[in-house]
């Protein structure tokens, strides 16, 4: 089992930054794959961004790439998502999720455990 806690949501101005993060316990979480994916109202819970364990492979939505960073810090066991540039379709609930299989999952089926979320909500 892996429990995750999302901290960091908030209200933010269009075009400022934000910083996620998401603690994880329990059993081990350095050879675990961790994606962010968010949830906006009336839609369905999308991709964001994902990263293997060593930090080395990472992927990003189209609409956050290039502004967002995804990291980690394994002696930590924490995952991070820095956003840029927010804009207001940004607004959404914010999950972080740990994989459990091999590779790098941009689908919400590849992950195995998620966290309970945290609000982001983006004012023009």
């Known amino acids: 089992q892996v429990h995750l806690v999302e901290h960091g949501g908030g209200l933010v ?9 998401c603690a994880a316990s329990g059993r081990t979480f350095n050879r675990n794959a961790m994606g962010w994916f968010r949830r906006a109202p009336g839609k369905e819970r999308e991709f964001v961004a994902a990263i293997n364990w060593s930090g080395d492979s990472i992927y990003y ?11 980690r810090d394994n002696a930590k066991n924490t995952v991070f998502l ?5 804009k207001t379709e940004d607004t959404a609930v914010y999950y972080c999720a740990a994989s459990m299989g091999l590779g790098v999952p941009t689908g919400r089926y590849g992950y195995v455990f ?5 609000q982001v909500t983006v004012s023009s």
């Open 13 to 21: 101005q269009s075009g400022g930054s934000l910083t996620l993060s």
């Open 114 to 118: 998620w966290g309970q979320g945290t």
């Open 82 to 86: 820095q956003i840029d540039s927010l």
């Open 61 to 71: 939505e189209d609409s956050v790439k290039g502004r967002s960073t995804i990291s």
